[in-house]
């Protein structure tokens, strides 16, 4: 059964650091999303991106925050210079449409700020 | 008001016990419902989705009230493997898909 795959699967980094969050959606789908949970809180959207470009973003999703499909596989979170709260679990998806589709969640890159 | 709410629980039931779950949503324009589960540190996993004409998946059993703005979810003969965190999630009338979780409604079912 195709997946969503993410990597690293744990990321510890010092504050000010850049960090580059990497994901591989499943191959047909054209939809892809970024979500966050911090420990103990619910899962956040951060951004939604279709036809390589954002097409919806969160108050969460500042400055310091980018995606990125290179290729035609990767889909890459970047954070500019980490800060302690955004510790947390980082969440990719994907989907084949929109609407209703099923968005299929990656394992996830648990991000530790020092 | 939380766009997504639900009672964090725990809720502890025995194996074959009966329990539901509910949730409101503040935004009357939503136009998607769903349930997700949660494992410990795992990603969120559809459920169902959840229809105002209420659906049905085995032992599960989703409901929707939109005039009440209510969902819910009923689960029948639980079994240990049913222990999770519980997520109802909507999607929003505005841009791409995106889902608005709630905080979850954790579940411990015992032997």
């Known amino acids: 059964e195709p997946e969503v795959t993410q990597t690293p699967s744990h990321q510890v980094t010092q504050m000010g650091q850049e960090v580059i969050l990497r994901c591989v959606p499943i191959?047909?789908?054209?939809?892809f999303y970024w979500y966050r949970q911090i420990l103990g809180q619910k899962v956040e959207f951060l951004v939604s991106?279709?036809?390589?470009?954002?097409?919806?973003k969160s108050e969460i999703f500042d400055d310091q925050f980018s995606v990125e499909r290179p290729d035609g596989s990767n889909f890459t979170l970047k954070i500019r210079s980490t800060k302690l709260e955004d510790s947390a679990m980082y969440f990719c998806?994907?989907?084949?449409?929109?609407?209703?589709?099923?968005?299929?969640f990656g394992p996830g890159t648990r991000l530790t700020v020092l | 008001r939380k766009e997504v709410e639900q009672d964090p629980g725990p809720f502890n039931v025995p194996e074959g016990a009966t329990v539901a779950f509910n949730c409101t949503y503040s935004?009357?324009?939503?136009?998607?419902f769903f349930w997700y589960r949660q494992d410990c540190r795992k990603e969120p996993k559809l459920l169902m989705s959840?229809?105002?004409s209420g659906n049905e998946d085995g032992r599960f059993t989703a409901q929707l009230n939109r005039a009440s703005q209510y969902i819910s979810l009923l689960i029948r003969d639980s079994k240990l493997s049913d222990s999770a965190t519980y997520l109802c999630?909507?999607?929003?009338?505005?841009?791409?898909?995106?889902?608005?979780f709630g905080t979850g409604t954790r579940l411990l079912v015992s032997p």
């Open positions: 935004n009357s324009a939503s136009q998607s």
């Open positions: 998806a994907s989907s084949e449409r929109q609407g209703n589709d099923e968005q299929f």
């Open positions: 191959s047909n789908h054209l939809y």
């Open positions: 959840v229809y105002s």
């Open positions: 991106f279709y036809n390589n470009e954002i097409s919806e």
């Open positions: 999630v909507v999607i929003m009338n505005t841009g791409f898909q995106k889902l608005v």
